[in-house]
C-alpha cells in the first residue's frame, strides 16, 4: 500500500540476528542508536571518571555561573561543575538501568520459559506471584521497595528489578506455550535430547526477538523510573548525582538558574527517546503486525 | 472440594477467585515489606526520646503494640482489622488512617478520570487521524509525537511546565491552599487543569497506539469489505462498522492505564501540592508512620485489582466472543 519506503519491505527470508540489524537501518532507529551512542558516551565519560571537573567538588566562588566554555552546561548552587554532574548522573541511570533489567531480564526469563514448557504446579505459582506483583502500580512498589532496604544504587536497582521481573515472566511465557508443541521441538524430545537441552537448544532462541525489543524497552523505563524516585527522594542518595534529583534541585532555583534543569532534563529525555526509537523499530521488526503499516 | 473445582470451572468466578488470591498475596507482601522498613513503631512515635526508654519500658511498649508476637499473629490481627475497617492512626496527626483515605481518595480519583478523559479525546482522534492514511505523512507524525508523549518524564513536564507558567505569566493556582471540587470548583478545577494534562497527555500515548492498531485490524475484517460491498455510505462505515468495534481494546487500554495513573499520582501530586492518596503515601515514608503507608498501599493495589476485574468483566460484557470461548 505505502510506496514511500525506499529499501525492499521484505528482505529475503533471512536469520532473526540479520533482520534485527536490518531494522536498525530506518532512519528512525538511526536517530535512536545516534541519541543512545552519544548518551552512553557521556555517561561511559562519567563512570570512569574522565569528567572535566570531579562532579561532587564544590566551588562556592563559582556558584550558579551560565553556560560558558569554562563549565559548559553552567554550575550549580554549590558552585559544582554541571557538564560533569550530568555526566555522573548519566552513568547513575546506565548502571542502575543495566543492572535492574539484567536482574529482572534473567530471573523472570527463566521464570517464564520454565512456566510455559514445564506447566503444572510451577506455573501457577509463577503465575500467582507475577498476578500480586502486577497488582501494585509499578512506581509505587519500587518506591515501597526501594523505601524499604538500605539506600544506594544497588538496593534501587533491585527495587526496579522486583518491578520489571514479572513483566518478562509474562513475555517470555507466551511464545513458549506456543513453541513448546512444534513439531522440531516435540521431535527434538523424541530423538531423546532432554527437555531441559531441547528447551534451551530449540525454544528460547527462537524468542531472541521478542526479548531483545523487551530489554531495549525495558533499560528505557527503568532510566525514567530511577529518575523518578531519585526525583521524589527515594533514588540513588545525595552526594551522589542522579537525573532526578538535579531536576528536583533546580525547582527553587528555576528563575536564577534555569539551565540547572535544561541540562539534566534534556539529557534524560534524549536518553529515553534514543532506546525507544531504537526499541520501537526493533519492535516493528519482530512484530509483524505492526509492520505492514510502515 | 469437589464445590471449588466446579466454583473454578466457571470463567467469571475464576477470574473473581484469582483476584481474592492476588489481594491475600498483596496483603502479605505489604505486610511483610513494611514490617522491615528501618526503625519501628516505637521509634516512629517517640522519636529520639525511645533511646532514652529504659530495657523494661521498651518491652512494655513492645507489648502494647503487639511487637513482641510472631509475625503470622501479627499478621492475622493486622489483616482483622483492615478487613472490619481499621486502618491504624497516624503517629503525627493522630488521624485514622481511614478518614485520611477517605478524605485522599475523591482527590486522586478526580485526578484520574480528567486524565483518562483527556487521554481518550487526545489518544482516538489521533488513532483515527494516523490510521486513515497508513504510512503516510500524518501517520509517521503522530507515530513520532506518541513516541514523545511517551519518553518525557511526567515529574520533567510537570517542573518545567509548571515553572514556566508560574515565571512567564504568575499563573500558579497549585501555590494557593488546595480546594476539593465541593469547596469551590472554580479553584479545584484551575488547581486540576495542569496535573490532569501532564497525565492525560502520557496516558494519550498508549491509547493512541492502542486505538490505531485496532481501527487497522477492524478495518481489514470481512464484515467490513462486506459492507462496504453493499454500498454503506463511508462515514457511517467508519463509526458503526469500524469505530464502534475498535473501541473495544481502546476502553480495555483506558483501565489498564488506571494502575498506571495511581502510580503517576505520586509524582504529580507531589509537584502540585494536591492532598490526594499518592502524597499520603509519601508523607507516611517521609515520616516513617507504618501505618500510614501500609494501608494506603494495600488501599491501591485493592483499588487497582478491582478496576482490572471490571475491566476484565466489562470485557466480556462488550465482546461476546469472550464469553464464547
Same mark, same amino acid.
Do not use: M
Given at each position: 500500500m505505502s510506496a514511500t519506503s525506499t529499501v525492499p519491505a521484505r528482505v529475503v527470508r533471512t536469520s532473526r540476528r540479520s533482520q534485527l540489524l536490518v531494522a536498525l537501518r530506518a532512519p528512525s532507529a538511526v536517530v535512536g542508536v545516534v541519541l543512545t551512542g552519544l548518551v552512553v558516551l557521556l555517561a561511559l565519560a562519567g563512570l570512569v571518571g574522565l569528567?572535566?571537573?570531579?562532579?561532587a567538588r564544590q566551588d562556592v566562588a563559582a556558584?550558579?555561573?551560565?553556560?560558558?566554555?569554562?563549565?559548559w552546561f553552567g554550575t550549580d548552587q554549590f558552585g559544582r561543575d554541571l557538564f560533569s554532574r550530568v555526566c555522573a548522573g548519566l552513568a547513575n541511570s546506565l548502571r542502575i538501568a543495566v543492572v535492574s533489567v539484567g536482574v529482572a531480564g534473567v530471573i523472570g526469563v527463566l521464570l517464564g520459559v520454565f512456566a510455559g514448557y514445564f506447566q503444572g504446579l510451577l506455573d501457577r505459582v509463577v503465575g500467582v506471584v507475577t498476578n500480586v506483583l502486577f497488582a501494585f502500580p509499578s512506581l509505587l512498589l519500587a518506591l515501597a521497595l526501594a523505601a524499604t532496604l538500605e539506600r544506594s544504587w544497588v538496593t534501587v536497582s533491585l527495587a526496579i528489578a522486583t518491578v520489571y521481573m514479572p513483566i518478562f515472566a509474562r513475555v517470555a511465557r507466551g511464545p513458549v506455550l506456543s513453541l513448546r508443541s512444534v513439531d522440531y521441538v516435540t521431535a527434538s524430545t523424541a530423538i531423546g535430547r532432554s527437555r531441559l537441552s531441547t528447551l534451551f537448544a530449540h525454544v528460547v532462541p527462537n524468542m531472541r526477538g521478542i526479548l531483545v525489543v523487551q530489554t531495549t524497552l525495558s533499560l528505557s523505563w527503568a532510566i525514567l523510573t530511577e529518575a523518578s524516585l531519585s526525583f521524589l527522594?527515594?533514588?540513588?542518595?545525595?552526594p551522589a548525582a542522579s537525573l532526578g534529583g538535579m531536576v528536583y534541585d533546580s525547582q527553587t532555583l528555576s528563575t536564577v538558574a534555569p539551565w540547572m534543569l535544561a541540562f539534566p532534563g534534556a539529557a534524560l529525555v534524549v536518553f529515553v527517546v534514543g532506546l525507544n526509537l531504537v526499541g520501537d523499530s526493533l519492535r516493528a521488526a519482530v512484530d509483524p503486525r505492526s509492520r505492514g503499516a510502515r | 472440594m469437589s464445590v471449588l473445582l466446579m466454583l473454578t470451572r466457571h470463567p467469571v468466578l475464576r477470574r473473581v477467585l484469582e483476584a481474592a488470591l492476588t489481594l491475600l498475596g498483596v496483603s502479605v507482601l505489604t505486610f511483610t515489606l513494611l514490617r522491615v522498613?528501618?526503625?519501628d513503631q516505637i521509634t516512629a512515635s517517640y *522519636?529520639?526520646?525511645?533511646?532514652?526508654?529504659s530495657p523494661e519500658q521498651l518491652a512494655d511498649l513492645r507489648a502494647y503494640y503487639g511487637l513482641d508476637q510472631p509475625l503470622v499473629t501479627q499478621y492475622v490481627h493486622w489483616l482483622g482489622g483492615v478487613v472490619s475497617g481499621n486502618l491504624g492512626v497516624s503517629?503525627?496527626?493522630?488521624?485514622?488512617v481511614l478518614d485520611m483515605t477517605v478524605a485522599a481518595l475523591p482527590n486522586t480519583l478526580e485526578l484520574a478520570v480528567l486524565s483518562i478523559a483527556i487521554g481518550l479525546l487526545l489518544g482516538v482522534p489521533g488513532g483515527l487521524f494516523a490510521a486513515?492514511?497508513?504510512?503516510a505523512t500524518r501517520d509517521s507524525g503522530s507515530q513520532v509525537a506518541s513516541l514523545l508523549a511517551l519518553s518525557l518524564p511526567t515529574f520533567l513536564v510537570a517542573t518545567v511546565v509548571s515553572t514556566w507558567l508560574a515565571n512567564t505569566? *504568575?499563573?500558579?493556582?497549585?501555590?494557593e491552599e488546595f480546594a476539593t471540587l465541593a469547596q469551590d470548583p472554580a479553584r479545584n478545577l484551575q488547581q486540576m487543569l495542569l496535573p490532569a494534562l501532564v497525565l492525560g497527555v502520557s496516558i494519550a500515548s498508549p491509547v493512541f497506539q492502542t486505538a490505531r492498531a485496532s481501527i487497522l485490524a477492524i478495518r481489514d475484517e470481512d464484515y467490513v469489505r462486506t459492507a462496504r460491498a453493499k454500498g454503506v455510505p463511508s462515514r457511517r462505515l467508519q463509526y458503526r462498522h469500524v469505530l464502534r468495534n475498535a473501541l473495544i481494546p481502546i476502553v480495555t487500554i483506558g483501565g489498564l492505564q488506571f494502575g498506571f495513573l495511581l502510580g503517576g499520582t505520586l509524582v504529580i501530586e507531589q509537584i502540585f501540592s494536591i492532598p490526594g492518596i499518592g502524597r499520603q503515601v509519601l508523607l507516611g515514608l517521609n515520616q516513617k508512620e507504618y501505618a500510614v503507608v501500609q494501608s494506603t498501599v494495600l488501599v491501591i493495589a485493592v483499588l487497582f485489582v478491582a478496576v482490572n476485574l471490571a475491566t476484565d468483566l466489562l470485557y466480556r460484557v462488550v465482546d461476546p466472543r469472550v464469553r464464547a470461548e
Open positions: 569528567t572535566p571537573y570531579d562532579p556558584a550558579l555561573q551560565g553556560p560558558s566554555a569554562t563549565h527522594g527515594f533514588g540513588t542518595p545525595p | 522498613l528501618p526503625g *522519636g529520639i526520646e525511645a533511646g532514652a526508654l503517629a503525627t496527626s493522630r488521624q485514622s486513515s492514511r497508513p504510512g505569566f *504568575g499563573w500558579n493556582p497549585n501555590g
